[in-house]
């Protein structure tokens, strides 16, 4: 007997996984499967730790996501996105919930500690309305100074 197809094959939704983008046709799917599906490491390193600790302390969220998506070396931790719901960000502006969320991991000269930090903030209201995360920027690695991230520095 022939296998039904699963439920991602009549859209074509595997490669749009797999670059780490969200769809909003073929729900229930895309909204229950993990953001980075195909492209997640295994890897979690003391730096994504770190962040997962430091959001989790200071802003209790009731959805919390942290992916390593340092290009080259994973073991680098250069590179972040934290998807990040909570109620503290209930009332504040976009920009104002960045900086909240930002401002736990930058240093007494306010620098962040690793190279890169990309932010979803949303309330719980607005996150049950719609679940979408923006793609992240490309980014070539050329010319920023980037190195992997020292974890004692944190």
Not at 33 to 40: D, E, V
């Amino acid at each position: 007997t022939a296998q039904a197809p699963p439920l991602w094959a009549d859209c074509g939704m595997l490669p749009r996984l797999a670059r780490g983008l969200v769809h909003r046709g073929c729900a229930p799917f895309v909204q229950t499967a993990p953001r980075r599906l195909a492209m997640a490491a295994p890897y979690r390193g003391p730096v994504q730790e770190h962040i997962e600790s430091k959001v989790q302390e200071a802003l209790k969220p009731t959805h919390m996501e942290v992916v390593n998506e340092s290009h080259g070396r994973v073991t680098d931790e250069s590179h972040f996105h934290v998807l990040v719901v909570s109620e503290a960000f209930n009332g504040l502006k976009v920009l104002e919930r960045h900086r909240l969320v930002n401002n736990l991991f930058v240093g007494e000269d306010g620098a962040l500690k690793f190279h890169s930090l990309r932010i979803t903030a949303k309330t719980p209201e607005v996150w049950a309305n719609s679940q979408a995360v923006p793609e992240a920027p490309k980014c070539t690695g050329k010319g920023d100074g980037r190195s992997p991230t020292d974890p004692t520095t944190l």
